[in-house]
């Protein structure tokens, strides 16, 4: 009886380290579960976060993509607009006056020239206060780049008369822009800025004379694309007269008694041209024709 007793003593210890074991890797599993669960909930609080951040994304994507839409739409409208002006001004015809209602008569003066020759015409539209257009050459505009600086300072229009005066018949197309290009790098230089001229006048008028339709249309593509008009004159002395030798006096009356509303008189940087405008300026306004530049004449209310 002592030994059953004994026997069953010994089995009933033995079992106390095996429950124990299985309690404790119980804990342990338990912990491991737990542990995961920890994970797994950080986990997905991280992840919704994730998740709204990149509906929250998507939503000021959605918003931006929107106004970028709107963007482009007024782009469109613009461009539309744009597209209308350059194939009005591709189609129009070479100018060659202003409104005849305008009571103005325009003064351009083609060619350029040296400060000393240009100081007395700078002072006579100064003093009568009156703005001019100067058709000038690339070439002058680089070798007194200070004085066509000047000019447009004291309110005259700078137009593109090319680089070096070569007429456009003598050109290729790629010579022709590469003369335009090059005046208007030389404006830019010269006034220090971005100068926008919206006049070209062709030298000698070549390319634009009733027999060169051909010439015509092309050349007016090449100007339009540098988005200026190909403005001409209707008064000029020189072909009037027969020549450019006549006398101040003789030029002065020509153009006033020729010249009307809406009038581009045409001079040159020449000693009786030049000489001939004070008496140009008083006479035009005695006829009651206002002297002013081809912007004040042709672009008013167009620019700024």
């Known amino acids: 009886m002592i030994e059953g007793s004994y026997r069953r003593s010994r089995h009933n210890k033995s079992k106390v380290p095996s429950r124990t074991l299985i309690f404790a890797a119980l804990v342990v599993v338990i912990l491991i579960l737990g542990v995961i669960s920890l994970i797994q909930f950080f986990s997905g609080r991280s992840l919704r976060s994730e998740i709204e951040e990149i509906r929250e994304g998507i939503t000021q994507l959605e918003e931006e993509n929107k106004s970028l839409q709107h963007q482009y739409n007024e782009i469109l409208e613009e461009n539309e607009t744009l597209r209308k002006e350059n194939h009005m001004l591709r189609s129009s015809e070479v100018i060659s006056h202003g409104s005849r209602d305008s009571g103005k008569v325009a003064l351009t003066i083609d060619d350029g020239g040296r400060s000393d020759i240009m100081e007395p015409v700078l002072q006579c539209l100064a003093e009568e206060n009156t703005r001019a257009t100067f058709f000038v050459l690339g070439t002058w505009l680089e070798l007194e780049p200070e004085l066509w600086s000047r000019v447009v300072e004291e309110g005259h229009d700078l137009g593109n008369h090319t680089y070096s005066h070569r007429y456009l018949t003598d050109m290729n197309t790629d010579e022709i822009n590469a003369e335009l290009d090059l005046w208007q790098e030389l404006a830019n230089e010269a006034v220090g800025r971005s100068y926008k001229t919206y006049f070209f006048r062709p030298p000698g008028l070549e390319g634009f004379y009733e027999n060169q339709s051909e010439q015509r249309s092309q050349y007016l593509d090449i100007v339009a694309d540098k988005g200026m008009f190909v403005t001409l004159w ?47 300026i008083r006479g035009l306004r005695d006829e009651g024709l206002e002297p002013c530049s081809l912007s004040e004449l042709l672009l008013h209310g167009y620019t700024s």
């Open 234 to 280: 209707d008064v000029d002395h020189f072909y009037g007269l027969g020549g450019g030798n006549m006398p101040a006096e003789r030029i002065a009356e020509y153009v006033v008694d020729n010249a009307r509303s809406g009038s581009i008189i045409l001079l040159h940087c020449r000693e009786n041209d030049l000489a001939a405008l004070p008496a140009i």
